[in-house]
């Protein structure tokens, strides 16, 4: 049920920051913090805003305009970097550990990553640690579209029926980088630099199809189209009705919520209760025009 609680903001003076909820369940907007200066923000803070994270699946911080060393302190103050061979090869220069998102050509040739996200998935989970959390910084956004779409995997969790759950309580999926799903998407194929001993030591894991979040306690539906190839034991014709089933439930519009973004947001998000795609949602025929621009970093926790 929803409460004024919900809807209003939510003040935690002890904290140092207030939190306005973005939608009824999904996503929390932060305010009165300077990311800029996170070593200044204490060590409760942080822990309040993790939880926070935990619980919402998503927070968003406006107006920071964070260079990247900015960006990956305030990242560190949430635990050590997430690595895989594939984020330096779209890395600004020094910065190894930031995977750049743009669509702006680097010497007349397009960027690999202009159409990243266009399925739902969470980051890293062909690993076989997969990544905790992300966060994404908006330095150019297009005049209109450009969004990202997060789902909630609590909700689609919760909207199991009671056999269902039980059937999926015992299965495994396999995440793949190039799932056989992916690669039948038009426009998406392996990278084409990638040495072929790296696409093998990211060549996919098995995890649960329903987790238990570790600091919350509560199950979400833990599976993706751009990942998930079949389940365990299953091939991928038999697992595929099931599979778009879940994907279709996961996506429903009351699961998620919308980002429309505007430059200096940054946002963190829980790969362990939430999905989230970019859909081409703005004038991809005229990608080069300078109001279709787009420019995002992203930084990963391991």
């Known amino acids: 049920m929803e409460t004024t609680a919900t809807r209003a903001p939510a003040r935690t003076p002890s904290a140092g920051y207030e939190a306005r909820p973005l939608s009824w369940r999904t996503g929390s907007e932060i305010l009165g913090l300077d990311l800029r200066r996170s070593a200044d923000i204490p060590e409760s803070t942080i822990r309040a805003l993790w939880q926070l994270l935990g619980e919402r699946g998503i927070l968003l911080f406006r107006n920071q305009g964070l260079d990247h060393d900015q960006h990956l302190d305030f990242t560190r103050r949430f635990g050590p970097l997430a690595k895989t061979g594939l984020l330096g090869r779209h890395a600004p220069p020094g910065y190894p550990d930031i995977f750049m998102v743009t669509n702006i050509k680097k010497d007349g040739q ?52 009671e056999g269902l759950t039980a059937t999926l309580e015992g299965l495994r999926a396999f995440h793949a980088l190039f799932s056989s799903r992916t690669l039948a998407t038009a426009g998406r194929k392996p990278f084409s630099s990638v040495q072929e001993e790296e696409l093998q030591r990211l060549s996919g894991s098995f995890h649960p199809v329903i987790r238990v979040h570790q600091d919350t306690g509560r199950k979400t539906l833990y599976v993706s189209e751009q990942m998930v190839d079949h389940f365990e034991g299953w091939s991928v014709a038999d697992s595929t009705p099931l599979l778009d089933y879940l994907f279709a439930l996961s996506a429903r519009s009351a699961h998620t919520y919308r980002h429309r973004w505007q430059p200096g947001d940054v946002i963190m998000w829980d790969n362990r209760c939430t999905m989230h795609f970019a859909p081409l949602d703005y004038d991809f025929v005229a990608l080069d025009a300078p109001e279709n621009r787009r420019l995002m970093f992203r930084s990963t926790l391991a």
Not at 117 to 128: E, Y
Not at 143 to 150: A, H, K, N, R
């Open 110 to 161: 397009r960027s690999e990553t202009e159409n990243a996200a266009q399925q739902w998935h969470s980051d890293q989970s062909f690993l076989p640690v997969p990544a905790r959390a992300s966060l994404l910084r908006c330095i150019h956004a297009p005049q209109f579209g450009g969004d990202t779409l997060f789902a909630n995997m609590y909700q689609a969790f919760d909207a199991l029926s």
